[in-house]
């Protein structure tokens, strides 16, 4: 049977419900090289031209169509990137109308842009296409779980087995609620060796990690990975701070004895503002407050890296504990990350670190923004070759946003 006449495109356009439900339904079973095919119909459903799905490649620089037969875009430098840079819709006039870049976001999750062609723009219209950004941006976070397909299509080059054992243990980006944000990025991203970071929100709570383990190869990659699983398994069975890097220190301990990393694990209570972190062996955490580093304002007594074993293993971990400011942030990053050399060897330096990110914060780019560009900015000064990995997260405390 075919689908039912649609009603005229206007503006006043009546959608056709049971059309539009049929679309809703197959999207569920729909495999995700179907989505380009799916994303025409429901934009037709809609009384909309086409609709064109891009995602965003592993270093954020280009967006990538899933329809494998166009051409990636770059995130720098076009309005189907601006759209994606700034998480804002951009229209751009067009031969036969108007094309409405959409940017597709899970959360807080920039996943890439959705092309939305139509021969005319009015309200309707617009909302219906911020309607079918929205079901794209769940359908692609729900399918790319069980598709190499979708992780395939937003690589340009072949991943190391060290980067596809961790990647497959690391998060989103960028997580969080209305009280809180986390963002996170990790480079070299087709490459990574020990370097991991790991955030999550329970309820009103945020955890952050941030691991650097010994070494660059497969053993390090194993290393992390476990000291991420046993994080995870304490903190989802209701541990705390001290349990969670106790049952760290314990499973590096007995799976993967001789190896260690440094790490800092922090819980924000974002109800309340109350910081609580652990330093093990990592460069100290900075607090960012007013547009300025407050030195020394998370600096603590050192302690040994986690896993350590026998008479090296220590007691008990200190947890120290501070209240934050709304506007807060809190910056976490691998020594890669500042120890990064030009030609010349002249490092990137902490200073011209944090002075990008405050910078790019009052310029009013978004966290995760800011995070790109500065990524982006250690890989030219070391002409795109890291030689360590480098990890960036910033969490912020804005409890204002209610």
Known sequence: MSDPPLASAGPDAVVDEHRLEGLIVEAQIALPFELPALANRCAAALGLDTALIYLADLQQRLLIPLDESGEPLAVDGSTA?????????????????????????????RLGVLAVRTAALDGVRMRRSRMLAHLFAMLITSKRTYSDWLAARARTTGVGLPAEMLRAFLPPHTVGSRRCLS???????????????????IKNVLHTVILDSMGHDLTAGLT??????????????????????????????????????????????????????????????????????????????????????????????????????????????????????????????????????IRSSSAGERPAEVLRLLIHAILDHQCNHLRADATILIFEWRPQNR
């Open 81 to 109: 990137g601006w759209a994606y840079r700034t998480v804002s819709p951009r229209v751009a006039g067009d031969g036969d109308g108007v094309i409405v870049w959409m940017p597709l976001v899970d959360g807080a999750e």
């Open 183 to 201: 963002t996170a990025v990790l480079e070299p991203a087709y490459d990574i060796a020990g370097d991991a970071f790991d955030h999550s929100v």
């Open 224 to 357: 992390t990975s476990v000291a991420m699983a046993a994080a995870r398994n304490a903190r989802r069975g209701g541990g705390d701070l001290a349990d969670v890097v106790g049952s760290v220190d314990q499973a590096l301990a007995r799976w993967q004895p001789d190896h260690f990393c440094t790490g800092v694990l922090c819980r924000l209570d974002a109800e309340t503002g109350v910081l609580h972190w652990v330093n093990c062996g990592h460069p100290p955490p900075l607090l960012i407050r007013a547009e300025r580093v407050l030195e020394g304002a998370l600096d603590s007594p050192p302690q040994p890296p986690i896993g350590l074993a026998g008479q090296l293993a220590p007691t008990a971990r200190q947890v120290h504990e501070t209240t934050l400011e709304p506007g807060d942030r809190v910056l976490l990053y691998t020594d890669g990350a500042v120890e990064a050399r030009d030609a010349d060897g002249a490092q990137f330096g902490l200073d011209r670190f944090t002075d990008f990110i």
